[in-house]
């Protein structure tokens, strides 16, 4: 009996180190594994990250580029000023289409039929003239003279010399005919097409047509509209934010104003947009289509965002700078103020950073109070008619021709640059202020 239980106690004390053994290389295989798995998650959320952007990018880099057409235009004084007078609203309003037009027929002087000269025409933009009409206007001793014009040209020959236009495809399939093409191909063997940067995307309006279309009244409307935001916005979440911090007594009735603010911060944003029709526009009948009304719209979205950020800057100030300050006399409001709200303003303008970074974003509240509408005039106050950047690219999204394509991913690409911006400010702002206790 001694013998067997000696040898049972044998086993069992060879058998317990392997046990022990086998059991940590499972925990630390399940660990590496975990370790995998979440590497795996980061690198798929980069990966689509990249593509998303990859494919905006690849969409929307050829928007601030435009193609340019040269035309050796004759200044007619017949066309321009048949009555010898050259004062400047003469001058505007003279038919520079004409002249264009007509230095394009000479170039191509066996082109005949109507059909056939006005698709030759539609080689560059109905606003190409302009070009032509400021040079005038600037310098009237361009009169009787040919001067060469480097002008926009149609979105179906910028489509074309970008390479969006599939030459293999049949006639009948494609953009453009070969009679267009043979045009274009004898313009570019004579080096008269080029592409230039476009800056008619940044200082032009909305336009019915691709080449004409910019971004500068949706970017006016945008700040307009983020300023109505932070002027309201900043100063109620901050006050919020200190009372409910700092003077609200526990009860439950403020417990039940923190749990709405918290429920509020998570309620779609076209909720905020129907109560800013509803009640702005329908109750007290402010103007639809307004930076004002749509600043208010989304002051209440961004609101629970400023005064949650709010609070836990203030949360993070420790106890003792309150309990120094009303050591040495100091009331509460002076604590607040003379202490425990510069201690906390990083944080403070970190959140409210993010939060206009939030609404510069927001399309769907914005639609519901009208700032959906075509814009072409540049709002110059708060209650004009306008739109902001979101809405444009939605607007955009929602056209037929190919050029809009890519006008969109250029409005997408401006629009991440300034959520690129506000949040690099906010971080950096966090950084050279944050204080660690």
């Excluded at 191509?108 to 030759?120: D, S």
């Excluded at 539609?122 to 009237?140: D, F, I, Q």
């Excluded at 009679?179 to 008619?200: A, C, D, H």
């Excluded at 932070?230 to 007594?249: C, D, N, Q, R, T």
Aim: net charge negative; hydrophobic share 50%; charged share 20%.
């Amino acid at each position: 009996m001694s013998e067997l239980a000696s040898t049972a106690d044998e086993t069992v004390g060879t058998r317990r180190p392997d046990l022990s053994v086998e059991r940590l290389n499972k925990r630390y295989a399940a660990e590496r594994r975990f370790r995998l798995y979440g590497l795996l998650a980061v690198c798929a959320a980069v990966g689509m990250l990249v593509v998303l952007l990859g494919s905006i990018v690849l969409n929307g880099y050829t928007a601030f580029w435009q193609t340019h057409i040269a035309v050796d235009v004759e200044l007619d004084p017949e066309v321009i000023a048949p009555d010898g007078s050259t004062e400047a609203e003469t001058l505007k309003n003279a038919n520079y289409r004409k002249l264009v037009f007509d230095a394009f027929d000479a170039h191509f002087p066996g082109v005949e039929g109507r059909e056939t000269r006005r698709e030759l025409h539609s080689l560059v933009s109905g606003a190409g003239a302009r070009y032509v009409r400021e040079a005038v206007v600037n310098n009237p001793d361009l009169i009787g003279t040919t001067q060469r014009f480097w002008i926009m040209a149609d979105d179906k020959l910028d489509m074309l010399h970008k390479g969006y236009v599939d030459l293999d495809l049949s006639e009948d399939r494609r953009l453009v005919d070969d009679q267009f093409v043979g045009w274009y191909n004898q313009l570019k063997e004579q080096g008269l097409v080029r592409s230039q940067f476009n800056t008619n995307f940044f200082t032009d309006t909305d336009s019915r047509e691709p080449e004409q279309a910019g971004i500068l009244s949706a970017t006016v409307g945008s700040f307009l509209t983020l300023f109505v935001t932070l002027i309201l916005s900043f100063p109620i979440a901050v006050l919020a934010a200190v009372y409910l911090e700092e003077f609200a007594p526990k009860n439950k009735f403020t417990d039940l104003i923190e749990v709405n603010i918290n429920n509020l911060a998570a309620v779609p944003s076209i909720v905020f947009g129907l109560l800013g029709l509803a009640v702005i526009i329908n109750f007290f009948g402010l103007p639809r289509s307004a930076p004002l009304v749509g600043g208010i719209v989304l002051t209440l979205m961004t609101l629970p965002t400023i005064i949650i950020s709010a609070r836990s800057a203030l949360k993070a100030v420790p106890p003792s700078i309150r309990e120094a300050a009303l050591g040495v006399g100091a009331s509460r409001i002076q604590t607040v103020t003379h202490h425990v709200l510069p201690l906390s303003l990083p944080g403070i303008l970190t959140g409210t950073i993010i939060g206009m970074a939030q609404a510069l974003g927001e399309t769907a509240p914005l639609l519901m109070v009208g700032m959906v509408a075509f814009i072409v005039d540049v709002p110059t106050s708060f209650t004009d008619s306008a739109t902001v950047l979101p809405v444009q690219v939605f607007l955009w999204s929602d056209s037929p021709e190919r050029a809009f394509v890519e006008k969109t991913s250029g409005a997408i690409m401006v629009l991440l640059a300034f959520l690129i911006i506000m949040n690099a400010t906010a971080v950096m702002l966090r950084k050279r202020f944050e204080r660690r206790w």
